[in-house]
């Protein structure tokens, strides 16, 4: 994740095409999402800062804990959407060796995860985001945040990040998320969180 991240803002492009994820998360659903919500938040941000110069020299993840509502809310959706479009890939590997192990020592095993995180995107009222963190101790843990709200990360650094808004499958699943919790598992990118164990901002 990049926490050096100030204004004005520039999208960061999907890392794989929008086709990638299908069938687990369909072209359409990406393109909305993407080009779309992830968009409108960014450039709703970039316009609520376009007048604020001491905003501007505040980095994005400072920016989601800031008093101001509007400029939190879509800090949040800019925060939140990047390390969730960073958080699939079409390319599907196993936790590594190293990843495997601090899965087993927080949670018992890799199922065992799987199962807390799909329990965790269930529990989630209305729209909001579930995470893979990594807390001060190096233990991994799973988190909840409602609408766009980020995760502490003076207590932790995010690893992954599981969008449970309708929108994010909607179009392919209507009602039904735990189909689409059962999907993102096929396409976590295991390498990416690795890569942000001990990463502090
Ligand atoms: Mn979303």
Known sequence: M????????????????????DPNISEYTMYFHHDKHYLNYLNKLNELLKDSPLMQNVP??????TEDKDVKNNAGGVFNHELYFSSLTPNYREPSSRMKEKIIKSFG???????????AGMSVVG??????????????????TPNQETIDFDKYTPLLVI??????????????????LAAVMNVLNWLAAEKRLGEQS
């Open 2 to 21: 990049n926490f050096d991240n100030y204004y004005p803002f520039a999208a960061v492009p999907l890392q794989y095409p929008l086709d990638a994820l």
């Open 60 to 65: 994005l993840e400072g920016l989601t804990k």
């Open 109 to 119: 095993s890799v199922e065992e995860m799987v199962k807390k995180l799909i329990e």
């Open 127 to 144: 729209s909001g985001w579930v995470w893979l963190a990594e807390d001060r101790d190096g233990n991994l843990v799973i988190l909840t």
């Open 163 to 180: 969008d449970v808004w309708e929108h994010a499958y909607y179009l392919d699943r209507q009602n039904r998320r735990s189909e689409y």
